[in-house]
Protein backbone atom coordinates (compact mmCIF):
# COMPACT_ATOMS: atom_id res chain seq x y z
CA UNK A 1 0.00 0.00 0.00
CA UNK A 2 1.37 3.21 -0.53
CA UNK A 3 1.32 6.28 1.61
CA UNK A 4 -1.82 7.88 0.13
CA UNK A 5 -3.92 4.72 0.36
CA UNK A 6 -2.96 4.55 3.57
CA UNK A 7 -3.91 7.99 4.54
CA UNK A 8 -7.57 7.50 2.82
CA UNK A 9 -8.14 4.04 4.52
CA UNK A 10 -7.40 6.03 8.06
CA UNK A 11 -9.91 8.57 6.83
CA UNK A 12 -12.44 6.43 6.33
CA UNK A 13 -12.31 4.54 9.46
CA UNK A 14 -11.79 7.96 11.02
CA UNK A 15 -15.58 9.33 9.48
CA UNK A 16 -17.02 5.76 10.22
CA UNK A 17 -16.14 6.66 13.71
CA UNK A 18 -17.84 10.02 13.39
CA UNK A 19 -21.13 9.02 12.11
CA UNK A 20 -21.27 5.93 15.07
CA UNK A 21 -20.82 8.44 17.33
CA UNK A 22 -23.36 10.97 15.98
CA UNK A 23 -25.67 8.20 15.73
CA UNK A 24 -25.15 7.08 19.33
CA UNK A 25 -25.27 10.82 20.87
CA UNK A 26 -28.62 11.45 18.40
CA UNK A 27 -30.47 8.31 20.05
CA UNK A 28 -29.40 8.64 23.60
CA UNK A 29 -28.11 11.93 24.25
CA UNK A 30 -30.79 14.49 25.63
CA UNK A 31 -33.51 14.14 27.35
CA UNK A 32 -37.01 15.16 25.56
CA UNK A 33 -39.41 14.21 28.22
CA UNK A 34 -39.06 13.79 31.57
CA UNK A 35 -42.62 12.57 32.53
CA UNK A 36 -43.61 12.97 36.55
CA UNK A 37 -46.26 12.36 39.07
CA UNK A 38 -47.12 15.21 40.92
CA UNK A 39 -49.73 16.33 43.75
CA UNK A 40 -51.08 19.91 43.60
CA UNK A 41 -53.64 20.99 46.27
CA UNK A 42 -56.76 23.62 45.32
CA UNK A 43 -58.97 23.27 48.22
CA UNK A 44 -61.89 24.47 46.48
CA UNK A 45 -61.67 22.00 44.05
CA UNK A 46 -64.96 19.87 45.31
CA UNK A 47 -66.54 18.16 42.46
CA UNK A 48 -66.24 17.35 38.90
CA UNK A 49 -66.83 20.59 37.62
CA UNK A 50 -64.18 22.38 39.62
CA UNK A 51 -61.87 19.83 38.33
CA UNK A 52 -62.59 20.18 34.70
CA UNK A 53 -62.44 23.86 34.99
CA UNK A 54 -58.46 23.26 36.68
CA UNK A 55 -57.87 20.58 33.88
CA UNK A 56 -58.97 23.27 30.84
CA UNK A 57 -56.40 25.84 32.80
CA UNK A 58 -53.59 22.64 32.62
CA UNK A 59 -54.04 21.91 28.99
CA UNK A 60 -52.73 25.48 28.14
CA UNK A 61 -49.63 24.91 29.49
CA UNK A 62 -46.73 23.53 27.50
CA UNK A 63 -46.38 20.04 27.11
CA UNK A 64 -49.91 19.48 27.75
CA UNK A 65 -49.82 16.49 25.76
CA UNK A 66 -48.27 14.24 28.65
CA UNK A 67 -50.68 15.76 31.01
CA UNK A 68 -52.55 13.32 32.53
CA UNK A 69 -55.43 13.80 35.39
CA UNK A 70 -54.96 10.71 37.59
CA UNK A 71 -57.55 11.43 40.12
CA UNK A 72 -58.71 14.15 42.88
CA UNK A 73 -59.59 13.95 46.63
CA UNK A 74 -62.35 16.37 46.63
CA UNK A 75 -62.09 16.62 50.83
CA UNK A 76 -58.74 18.11 50.36
CA UNK A 77 -58.62 19.49 47.11
CA UNK A 78 -55.47 17.53 46.16
CA UNK A 79 -55.24 17.14 42.41
CA UNK A 80 -52.68 13.84 41.70
CA UNK A 81 -51.15 13.93 38.06
CA UNK A 82 -48.99 13.08 35.32
CA UNK A 83 -47.03 15.76 33.58
CA UNK A 84 -43.80 16.92 31.80
CA UNK A 85 -41.30 18.47 33.84
CA UNK A 86 -39.19 19.58 30.56
CA UNK A 87 -42.09 21.32 29.63
CA UNK A 88 -44.07 22.96 32.66
CA UNK A 89 -43.17 23.27 36.42
CA UNK A 90 -44.85 22.11 39.31
CA UNK A 91 -45.18 26.04 39.99
CA UNK A 92 -46.30 26.84 36.61
CA UNK A 93 -49.42 23.75 37.05
CA UNK A 94 -50.03 25.52 40.62
CA UNK A 95 -50.50 28.91 38.52
CA UNK A 96 -52.77 27.33 36.13
CA UNK A 97 -54.84 26.49 38.51
CA UNK A 98 -55.25 29.15 40.17
CA UNK A 99 -55.85 31.32 36.86
CA UNK A 100 -58.80 28.85 36.86
CA UNK A 101 -60.02 30.69 40.08
CA UNK A 102 -59.05 27.83 42.45
CA UNK A 103 -56.21 28.97 45.04
CA UNK A 104 -53.77 26.61 44.61
CA UNK A 105 -50.10 26.52 46.21
CA UNK A 106 -48.55 30.03 46.40
CA UNK A 107 -51.12 31.57 44.39
CA UNK A 108 -54.36 32.91 45.24
CA UNK A 109 -57.55 32.57 43.63
CA UNK A 110 -57.23 34.66 39.69
CA UNK A 111 -53.42 33.23 39.32
CA UNK A 112 -52.14 36.97 41.13
CA UNK A 113 -48.47 36.26 42.13
CA UNK A 114 -47.94 35.99 45.93
CA UNK A 115 -46.98 39.41 46.81
CA UNK A 116 -42.97 39.96 47.73
CA UNK A 117 -42.01 39.97 51.34
Request: hydrophobic share 50%; proline share 7%; with cysteine.
Amino acid sequence: MTGNNIFNLVIRIFLIIVVIVFIIVLFTGCRVKDVRTAAITAPAVTNETALAAVEASLRTLPGAEYLQILGCDFATGTITLRYDSMRAGLKNLEHAAALAGFACGPFPAGGDPPPKP
